[in-house]
């Protein structure tokens, strides 16, 4: 073989060669790209979990502040003989002995007094 057929030759190879590893590389690269983006961890991934993230810190300031709210309601209650009357009276229907409880409400029946 002479020697300008072989360097021609070996330059063929070293191109081929180099076409090949710029295609392994290309694929390697789209193949990262693709799992970067769409893969287990990927930016998907990563905004679903920032929105989850968002969605529970404010359920837990809101959860705080109810929280606030019923200590203060308990305060009150532990300090205060009248919120404690209002609370009975309101929410459990509670009387104070001597008072006289009027239901008011409309009937479907005529009811007569006895003589």
């Not at 905004?47 to 404010?58: C, G, I, K, V």
């Not at 809101?62 to 209002?86: C, F, M, Q, T």
């Not at 609370?87 to 003589?115: C, H, M």
């Amino acid at each position: 073989m002479e020697p300008g057929a072989r360097a021609k030759t070996d330059q063929a190879e070293s191109i081929r060669a180099w076409k090949l590893i710029r295609l392994v590389l290309w694929f390697a690269t789209a193949f990262f790209a693709t799992q970067t983006f769409i893969g287990d961890g990927g930016l998907t991934d990563m905004l679903q979990a920032s929105r989850e993230r968002r969605a529970l810190t404010d359920a837990v300031t809101a959860v705080k502040v109810e929280n606030r709210r019923l200590s203060g309601i308990e305060d009150r209650l532990r300090r205060d003989s009248k919120a404690i009357e209002g609370v009975a009276r309101g929410e459990i229907g509670l009387i104070v002995p001597g008072e006289v409880l009027f239901i008011v409400g409309e009937t479907t029946e005529i009811t007569r007094r006895p003589n």
